[in-house]
């Protein structure tokens, strides 16, 4: 037992330490420049370049009927704001070569004896091949065009009807099922919406886990830790020097999100943000601890990376249903997903942020937070002290 | 000629010996399609079923019954909560128990009867607003389907007319029928791997030399720089071959897509785009100096690759302003070529126009990449 073991924590050597890093973390302008960056070029992509809502499907319309009806479906579609109208295909070659090329994602046929079929009341067809590559949009697409038809269909049925029956029976307006949606938490269904607390998850785990552990195998490799080792500075003292200004940082990254997502994203915080501060705070930990025991099995910096973003990062980012959600995996790669803060994190500030709800109804998650940043806490700070005390 | 082709197949040879030793790279080439295949083919590559569903049937008729289990049955939602009050929805959906709620209102088998028309309330969680676009567009199918039957079987009984719809709709899906997603995806999954392996590998590769100061040593030996650059190439060039052939295997064997063009074409039409990458990759080892901003520059030069190429975020849906940028992003022409063989059976006369961009797009980046390393070298 040294003299220093034998003491307690000495604020001013923390405070040395944590000079030191400070010092340290500015040298390395690359890096600090990457961690605000990150955030900020993933909202401005979010922000105003990747949307889910699909509209302007482009579509090719091949009418073979040349007839007013005709052309007042193919009003119809154009009008309905989802598509956006490529060309009028002259044969179905062009149909072909539209959808092989990419041109349009979607293209609806008429036949030749629409308005005439129409006229004598006898059912006709429409067809309307979609472009399933992708198939989320192709699902969209399809509903689309299925909506746009239907609607044609009730819009001359009756009138058809009724004048076959000779005008005797009343005729409905309207579909019959009219389905009413209301999307909550995210009525314009903005990406950028859910896109912030994701970001925020990944930006901790890069500030926390991979910077933090950088920061500490540095020593190792440059050798400078056996100096601090001979020091009077303690293990404790060195790591929780070291752990601050990152602390710091990822705070300063957690208001920039915060802010920038409600200035110019117009991101609303529905619930609490206190709750918010608390619980990044605990994840925060988390990702320390993710950093600190990457630290104890590392030796060199390039090790130190791979680890960092193989335990931290990618299941942050793959596994949280940041991007992706989580109940379509298979069940494996589910159950993977509970072993990592991740998605407990994300649901939860998820949840503040668009729901607006707040501990009373998201207690599980950030139990199941707290357990695991005490866990991996524990583990990392007796490893840290086992390996350097 | 020869004394130079000698000289490339000697810089090839020390190439595929380093990387054979080098424990960490030669991981990372076994590894990378491996985790690649797992992340597209599984985490990302989902397709939206089992729903959470809740429904809530004030109604508790025949008719809305029917439409209940019309909704069911379509396969993409699973009931994941009982609802009896319109209050239950509220906390189902902040606690995402469901992702999903229907509410019947109890005049819906009566107004269906009187043919006035009955309406469905449907809150979808938005939070992720790509699987709510989904659900609600699940949603709306269903309904247009069963509000047409049930329109047409009444009129039907009512005037002695056809049992069908006037006009109804055929839709039918090219390309990809049961609308796999994973489909989309194993294209994706040999342009990412093409442009780490080409891009990252080979500007490391080459900054591994400068950071060992072993650089100086190669441009003093009779070796000129366009041969050197060559010969560290060539072994990158055959890695990404490597990796097409890996996830064509496995998207055959593994995933179970087929492809419907022609493979020839296929590994006709990726040299070109790994020409690009090559440049992409040269390009980033002359403003970097050491293996790690190679790596980070390399990841920087992929970045927008990947977000505005179309690979996972549909191109018509981006603002005009975003969508004229992407013209100039080079995996946008690849991956139009790989979907198309992959997918659509698409051949040269339907690919022509992106081969010709991204052989022009190769050249030139290739051309300003040595222009800059040579410059650097003297």
Partial sequence: ?389 | MTASLSRIAHVVWKEVIQIGRDRRMFGLILIMPLMELIIFGYVVATDLTNIELAVCDYDRSAQSRTYVDQVLRSGYFRIAAPCRTIADVNQLLDRGRIKVALVIPPDFSARIKRQQPAEVLAAVDGSNSNTAMIAAAYLEQIAVTQAVDVQFADHGRAVGAAQHPVVALEPRVWFNPELRSVRFMVPGIICVLIMESLVILTAIAIVKEKERGTMEQLIVTPIRPFELILGKAIPFVGLGYVNVTVVLLAGTYWFDVDISGSVPLLYALTGLFILTCLGMGLLASTISNTQQQASMTGQFLILPNMFFSGFMFPIASMPPLVQTLTYIIPLRYYITIARGIFLKGAGWSELKDEAGILLVYGILILTVASLSFRKQVR
């Fill in chain 1, 1 to 389: 037992m040294t003299a220093a073991a034998r003491r307690g924590l000495s604020w001013r050597t923390i405070r040395a330490i944590i000079r030191r890093e400070i010092t340290d973390v500015r040298r390395d302008r690359r890096s600090l420049l990457l961690t605000f960056l990150y955030p900020i070029s993933m909202l401005l992509m979010y922000g105003y370049g990747i949307r889910y809502d699909v509209d302007n499907v482009p579509l090719t319309i091949l009418d073979y009927d040349q007839t007013p009806e005709s052309r007042a479906l193919a009003e119809q579609l154009v009008r309905s704001g989802y598509f956006h109208l490529v060309r009028f295909a002259r044969d179905e070659r062009q149909v072909e070569r539209d959808l092989t090329t990419d041109t349009s994602r979607a293209a609806v046929i008429i036949p030749v004896d629409f308005a005439d079929r129409i006229r004598a009341g006898v059912p006709v067809t429409v067809q309307a091949l979609i472009d399933g590559s992708d198939a989320n949009t192709a699902t969209i697409a399809q509903s689309y065009v299925l909506a746009v038809v239907a609607r044609y269909a009730e819009s001359i049925g009756p009138r058809h009807l009724l004048a076959a029956s000779g005008g005797t029976v009343s005729v409905p307006t309207g579909l019959p099922i009219e389905l009413k949606s209301r999307v909550w938490y995210n009525p314009e269904l903005k990406s950028v919406n859910f896109i912030v607390p994701g970001v925020i998850a990944v930006i901790m785990m890069i500030v926390g886990a991979i910077m933090t552990a950088l920061s500490i195998v540095k020593e190792k490799e440059r050798g400078t830790i056996e100096q601090i080792l001979v020091s009077p500075i303690r293990p404790t003292e060195m790591m929780l020097g070291k752990i601050v200004p990152y602390v710091i940082l990822a705070f300063v990254d957690l208001m920039i999100i915060v802010t920038a997502g409600y200035f110019i994203f117009e991101v609303p915080i529905k619930g609490s943000l206190v709750q918010l501060a608390l619980l990044s705070l605990v994840y925060l930990t988390a990702s320390l601890g993710l950093g600190v025991f990457v630290s104890t099995i590392a030796d060199t910096m390039q090790t130190a990376m791979i680890a960092a973003v193989f335990i931290s990062l990618l299941p942050s980012v793959l596994l949280s249903g940041f991007v992706f959600p989580l109940e379509n995996m298979p069940v494996a790669i589910r159950a993977i997903s509970y072993c990592f803060p991740g998605r407990y994190f994300v649901t939860a500030i998820r949840g503040i942020y668009l729901k607006g709800v707040g501990l009373e109804v998201l207690w599980p998650q950030a139990l199941m937070l707290l357990l695991f940043t005490a866990g991996i806490v524990w583990l990392s700070a007796s490893r840290f002290n086992e390996k350097l005390g």
